[in-house]
């Protein structure tokens, strides 16, 4: 008489697969990175910052108009930059780096998923959390990516002067560095 064997790898599977899905992850500028002060640039010397990395993001991402003011217009004067009298706000356009960061991900995030789902129906092994570091890291990468790469719209002549570089979204890389990840339990 045979014998039979049951070879049921279901509750490693099921194990594998609940490991994976009982991790998060976030990624972008949060936590103490979003609330550390834009650093004073060397050209704005006596000047005190007031906004934090996330404003800048955001400001950066969404773009915004800045009413001119008197004190304003003496600062420019004072760089040797005249303001026209009908110049009554200046406009950063946005740069919407965040969504063509998110748009490029999807597709990569779900082959790390199809990965993972592979490894715990084959090994009965997730790597839940291995699995989302990778997931955040390549978020990450990407964000940063675009950053580097993005130079539509431009920055102004001035700007460029300023700078000494034409990438809208990095000076000194503080915003770029800001960027990061965290895996948490769900």
């Known amino acids: 008489m045979n014998k039979v064997t049951d070879e049921n790898h279901l509750p490693g599977i099921i194990g594998a697969l609940?490991?994976?899905?009982?991790?998060?992850?976030?990624?972008?500028?949060?936590?103490?990175?979003?609330?550390?002060y834009v650093p004073v640039s060397d050209r704005a010397e006596g000047q005190t910052s007031t906004i934090n990395m996330l404003e800048l993001a955001q400001?950066?991402?969404?773009?915004?108009?800045?009413?001119?003011?008197?004190?304003?217009?003496?600062?420019?004067?004072?760089?040797g930059i005249h303001l026209k009298a009908s110049t009554k706000e200046i406009v950063i356009p946005a740069h919407p780096w965040i969504d063509a960061a998110n748009n490029k991900a999807f597709p990569v995030v779900m082959k790390i998923f199809e990965r993972a789902i592979e490894s715990a129906i084959d090994k009965q092994k997730s790597g839940?959390?291995?699995?989302?570091?990778?997931?955040?890291?390549?978020?990450?990468?990407?964000?940063?990516?675009?950053?580097?790469?993005?130079?539509?719209?431009?920055?102004?002549?001035?700007?460029?002067?300023?700078?000494?570089?034409?990438?809208?979204?990095?000076?000194?890389g503080h915003l770029l560095r800001s960027n990061v990840h965290e895996v948490r339990r769900r």
């Open 18 to 36: 609940q490991d994976l899905r009982g991790y998060e992850v976030e990624a972008g500028i949060f936590g103490a990175n979003a609330t550390k």
């Open 59 to 79: 400001i950066l991402h969404e773009g915004c108009r800045i009413t001119v003011t008197d004190k304003m217009r003496g600062w420019f004067g004072y760089q």
């Open 128 to 172: 839940g959390r291995a699995t989302w570091e990778r997931v955040g890291l390549t978020v990450v990468g990407l964000i940063k990516k675009e950053m580097v790469d993005l130079r539509d719209p431009p920055n102004s002549q001035l700007t460029i002067k300023w700078k000494g570089s034409e990438n809208p979204l990095i000076d000194h």
